[in-house]
């Protein structure tokens, strides 16, 4: 296999190149998710979950379709990739995969929703140095249905997220 351009287009990454580096988007798999989700003429949202809302593993009402439910969630999965932002909301969601109430279900529509207003968000990577910074967090016991501990992290090599 021989490449004789830069890659412009793999596995749903959109990649171009700038003189300040390289931009990684997916816009184009945002939309065609959004089309699987029936949700392309809605309106935008601003936020991607409301602040402080925890999903409660209860609810009264069962989603009626759980395998299209986790069709969504997994390809959310995949956006987390280029989308660091959304990764805590996406989190939660997946842990109802099994089961998913009504209520989950809207938070997914929240998600791609938002995700459709910052459609052309990514990744930006840029030369520079090579110093590693890692930071964490925790909340302990703020999960509601369980009482565990949730812990977020971010490392960036320079100016770059990296993980």
């Known amino acids: 296999?021989?490449?004789?351009?830069?890659?412009?287009y793999f596995l749903g990454l959109h990649i171009q190149y700038?003189?300040?580096?390289?931009?990684?988007?997916?816009?184009?798999?945002?939309?065609d998710v959004l089309f699987?989700?029936?949700?392309?003429?809605?309106?935008?949202?601003?936020?991607?979950s409301h602040p402080n809302h925890k999903l409660l593993g209860d609810g009264n009402l069962s989603f009626s379709?759980?395998?299209h439910y986790r069709s969504l969630v997994?390809?959310?999965?995949?956006?987390?990739?280029?989308r660091?932002?959304?990764a805590y909301s996406v989190n939660q969601v997946c842990q109802f995969m099994h089961s998913?109430?009504?209520?989950?279900?809207?938070?997914v529509k929240r998600i791609l929703r938002y995700l459709k207003g910052?459609?052309?968000?990514?990744?930006?990577?840029?030369?520079?140095?090579?110093?590693l910074h890692a930071f964490t967090d925790a909340d302990w016991a703020g999960d509601p249905n369980d009482r565990r501990s949730t812990t977020g992290y971010v490392i960036f090599l320079g100016s770059n997220l990296v993980s």
């Open 65 to 67: 379709d759980p395998a």
């Open 84 to 86: 660091p932002d959304i």
């Open 100 to 107: 998913p109430f009504e209520t989950h279900y809207l938070v």
């Open 36 to 48: 699987k989700a029936n949700l392309s003429e809605w309106k935008p949202c601003v936020t991607h």
């Open 18 to 31: 700038t003189y300040s580096g390289i931009s990684v988007t997916q816009s184009k798999y945002i939309k």
């Open 74 to 82: 997994g390809a959310l999965q995949y956006l987390t990739f280029t």
């Open 118 to 131: 910052t459609m052309h968000h990514g990744l930006t990577l840029r030369k520079g140095s090579l110093d």
């Open 1 to 8: 296999m021989t490449d004789p351009e830069h890659l412009h």
